[in-house]
T-cell receptor, first 113, second 109 residues
Framework: NAGVTQTPKFQVLKTGQSMTLQCAQD?????MSWYRQDPGMGLRLIHY???????DQGEVPNGYNVSRSTTEDFPLRLLSAAPSQTSVYFC????????????FGPGTRLTVL | GQQVMQIPQYQHVQEGEDFTTYCNSS?????IQWYKQRPGGHPVFLIQ?????EVKKQKRLTFQFGEAKKNSSLHITATQTTDVGTYFC?????????FGTGTLLAVQP
């Protein structure tokens, strides 16, 4: 099993550009989530999904969209990138819900100029 | 909304000294998890606590969940250089796992 994979590993965008961060897991996990990590702020929940076709907002959802058309994939879309979205983004999955161990991907380091 | 705070933000110790990080939630938690993130890496699950007053040990690490299920602590006895990293608590409530701000541990040999 590859576990949780994220692409790309690094990305530089210009303000106003849009892009999609990819996340996939091969463990048949129902629960998936996206976090951003900034110095001194810990990990902040952006969006999460409890199963295919179901998504919900986390702590900091503004400027981001998600969809969950399959169990395996949970892409994160930046609609119009802003410098404040410069961060490290982690995708995570778990078998059922937040009471299970979360498995994290390796992260995507995004810089918005 | 739910907030989870951790203290201290940073701790520097000599190898062999003990280390403790504390986690406090603004609301009652259904469970608390602890993760470790090595520099440049991703968070890795350490343990989960569910019951009020629960204490669990993993070798030199001791984890505790408060009686009111609003606070938790992680204690490392006799730190080693391999303990270096950021330790996060994460509180579970209604399909959301909210992470604390983390404690960065530096260990000087």
């Amino acid at each position: 099993n590859a576990g949780v994979t994220q692409t790309p590993k690094f990305q530089v965008l210009k303000t106003g550009q849009s892009m999609t961060l990819q996340c996939a897991q091969d463990m048949n996990h129902e629960y998936m989530s996206w976090y951003r990590q900034d110095p001194g702020m810990g990990l902040r929940l952006i969006h999460y999904s409890v199963g295919a076709g179901i998504t919900d907002q986390g702590e900091v959802p503004n400027g981001y969209n998600v969809s969950r058309s399959t169990t395996e994939d949970f892409p994160l879309r930046l609609l119009s990138a802003a410098p404040s979205q410069t961060s490290v983004y982690f995708c995570a999955s778990s078998p059922a819900y937040t009471g299970d161990e979360q498995f994290f991907g390796p992260g995507t380091r995004l810089t918005v100029l | 909304g739910q907030q989870v705070m951790q203290i201290p933000q940073y701790q520097h110790v000599q190898e062999g000294e003990d280390f403790t990080t504390y986690c406090n939630s603004s609301t009652t938690l259904s469970n608390i998890q602890w993760y470790k993130q090595r520099p440049g890496g991703h968070p890795v699950f350490l343990i989960q606590l569910v019951k009020s007053g629960e204490v669990k040990k993993q070798k030199r690490l001791t984890f505790q969940f408060g009686e009111a299920k609003k606070n938790s602590s992680l204690h490392i006895t006799a730190t080693q250089t391999t303990d270096v990293g950021t330790y996060f608590c994460a509180g579970g409530a209604t399909n959301k796992l909210i992470f604390g701000t983390g404690t960065l541990l530096a260990v000087q040999p």
